[in-house]
Every structure is written in C-alpha cells, then in structure tokens.
C-alpha cells in the first residue's frame, strides 16, 4: 500500500530535549516537505526537499533541521525544542515529473507538546 | 507576493443543501490550484487538482471547483452536503518559481442534519 508513515504519532517532551519524528515514504517520491499546523493558521510549510541531499527551507524553519540521506526518509530534527514548537505536524511526499503543482500525500500526522 | 485567501473560516450548511467554500489567489498567471479535506484526526486528502487544461474540475464525494481568472477565484462547491463532508477544507497554491506550498488558512464546515 502506497504510504507516508510518520513516527511517533504522539510526543510529549521537555523544553531543550532533542528529539527527531521521522518520516518515510514508499513510493519512490522524489519530493518530500514538512508542515506544522496550528489553529487558526492552516498549515505552514517548515522545510522541503526536491531529492536526496536537496533542502530548502520552507516558510518557518526556524528551531527546525531536515536531512535528506536516503530518497524514502526525510526526518525532521528539532534541537532544542520549545513551547511555541508544540503543534501537529505532517510531512507529505509527491513527484516532481510534473513540476510543482503534483498531487502531495500526507502522512497521519504527529502532535507534539513541549512542556 | 503569491498567495491564497480562504474567505471564511467557517461554513455552516444543513444536509441536503449546496455547499460553497470560496478561495480566492493572487497570482500574476493562471497558477496550479488544489483543494484538499481533512477530516477530524487525519491527514490530508486531495480532492481536486487545477492545471489549466479545463476550468472546471470535478474532484472526489461530488466536491467541484470552477477557476475563473477574471475573478482570481477558485471556489469549492458541492449540490448537497452530506454529514461525512463535515472537515477542514484547504485550498492551496503551489508558489511560482519554486516548490514551497502555500495553504489556504482553512474553512471548516459544519454540516447540520
């Protein structure tokens, strides 16, 4: 079954305690993004990534990291977490044969607070 | 800069009756349009895709969207909603010149039996 898994589904931590939701895909996408969504303010996008070793940053990448070593794995990495970063989080995947405008699938999400 | 506007937040229609959610983009060509649902603790689904080739786009559950350039608007319709079409609606835009998505703030709809 075609897929976006994310890891964990939920997460409660502590200001400053690294931690890292993975994210993989098995569709063999070359595009893969993370968003953060909060109330009242849809879903932004925190980073990209148009293939293995290619990220960019999104419209609010700060306090956020991504590595892109392997084509179905797009880890998101927050360093030192913070209560602001307490949110839902999704990545999602798509092709890139059709340019920008293809069809993403979202993983189920992950919600995480930070104490 | 480019941008999408979800002219509501909330829609609140009885079941049986039309449903509207209107989206309106800023954009200096015809862009690439989506219109995505999210139902209560899931992820998001596409319902339709906009590329240019036909200016109205039938997508999934009845949902429809008519792009009319003239009036910068892609607004999301459907004859009659059902109770299962109670979400979160996002339209969102694919930015010109790069691959950043940018959503819609979403309308959530409210489907009353």
């Known amino acids: 079954e075609a897929q976006v898994t994310q890891n964990p589904r939920y997460l409660i931590t502590v200001t400053g305690k690294k931690l890292t939701v993975t994210c993989s895909q098995n569709?063999?996408?070359?595009?893969m993004s993370w968003y953060r969504q909060d109330p009242g303010l849809g879903l932004r996008q925190i980073y990209y990534?148009?293939?293995?070793?290619?990220?960019d940053k999104g419209d609010v990448p700060e306090g956020y990291k991504v590595s892109r070593k392997e084509k179905r794995n797009f880890p998101l990495i927050l360093e030192s977490p913070s209560p602001n970063q307490t949110s839902l989080y999704f990545c999602?995947?798509?092709?890139?044969?059709?340019?920008?405008?293809?069809?993403?699938?979202f993983g189920a999400g992950t919600r995480l607070s930070v104490l | 800069a480019q941008s999408v506007t979800q002219l509501d937040s909330h829609v609140s229609v009885s079941e049986g009756t039309p449903v509207l959610l209107r989206c309106n983009y800023s954009?200096?060509?015809?862009?690439?349009l989506f219109w995505y649902v999210q139902h209560p603790n899931k992820g998001l689904q596409l319902l339709l895709k906009?590329?240019?080739?036909?200016?109205l786009v039938k997508g999934i559950n009845g949902f429809e969207a008519e792009f009319k350039k003239s009036e910068t608007s892609f607004h999301l319709t459907k004859p009659s909603a059902h109770m299962s079409d109670a979400a979160e609606y996002f339209c969102v835009y694919p930015g010109a010149g790069s691959y950043q998505l940018t959503f819609g703030k979403g309308t959530k709809l409210s489907v009353i039996p």
């Open positions: 906009y590329t240019s080739a036909a200016t």
């Open positions: 954009s200096s060509y015809s862009p690439s």
């Open positions: 990534s148009m293939n293995v070793e290619v990220t």
């Open positions: 999602a995947s798509s092709f890139l044969g059709q340019g920008r405008g293809d069809i993403q699938y």
């Open positions: 569709m063999n996408h070359e595009y």
